[in-house]
């Protein structure tokens, strides 16, 4: 029977976010599905006119998801679920260089004309590539060295690498979402009372699983 030695590596990393993304969550209710559209619709137009009166491509607001349904409500007399109109749902992105100054004046603007527009923050780093790969060669090294170490300590032979498990995937650096609901403030409807940030750095990890025959 074969002899094996198999190690997982783990690569870690503590990375500076240099991006800030911006979610939206515009909703519509009506009792028609084509006004229940045109109400979301008019919304999201009008979040798209803000952010082109502070400089931003209209195009910059990602669609991330969008959904509409029928709603029902319970009458109490009948005990039946009955028809009460269309909700429209639609959840937006927008990603932004770390610019103070650009973010509080963009969400004073928004809380000024957008009536019930919550937002949502988080933070990432735009190339994660040279990450990625640096994790990759941390999971490795980290592999080697602890299977050097096991087989000294056993008094076993390192020989050939028969296997490397390692589960390609696109890495994304992405903080914890960090929630705003802007119209639950009292504060925040004077429009001076913007969020002040100052984002930590993000861990990443990859692991890779190596398998030698030992001797």
Do not use: C
């Not at 229940?36 to 137009?45: G, P, Q, R, S």
């Not at 969400?107 to 527009?117: P, S, T, V």
């Not at 592999?143 to 995937?169: C, H, M, P, Q």
Request: aromatic residues 8%.
């Amino acid at each position: 029977m074969e002899r094996k030695l198999q190690i997982t590596g783990k690569g870690k990393l503590s990375i500076a976010p240099d991006i800030l993304l911006l979610s939206f969550d515009a909703s519509a209710q009506e009792w028609e599905y084509e006004k229940t559209i045109n109400a979301l619709n008019a919304k999201v137009e009008e979040l798209r006119s803000i952010l082109e009166q502070a400089g931003i491509a209209r195009h910059n607001l990602k669609t991330k998801d969008f959904s509409i349904r029928k709603e029902t409500i319970r009458n109490k007399k009948t005990d039946q679920y009955e028809f009460n109109g269309f909700k429209a749902s639609h959840s937006l992105e927008l990603e932004l260089p770390l610019d103070k100054a650009l973010i509080n004046t963009l969400l004073g603007q928004i809380a000024r004309k957008l009536d019930n527009l919550d937002f949502h923050i988080a933070f990432g780093v735009r190339d994660v590539s040279h990450h990625q790969q640096q994790l990759i060669l941390q999971a490795i090294a980290r592999a080697k060295e602890n299977a050097t170490l096991i087989a000294g300590a056993t008094g076993v032979e390192l020989l050939e690498i028969l296997d490397i498990d390692y589960s390609f995937r696109e890495l994304t650096i992405r903080s914890r979402r960090h929630d705003y609901p802007l119209y639950e403030s009292d504060a925040m409807m004077t429009y001076d009372a913007t969020p002040d940030f100052e984002p930590d750095d993000i861990d990443v990890t990859e692991t890779i699983t190596i398998t030698w025959r030992i001797g």
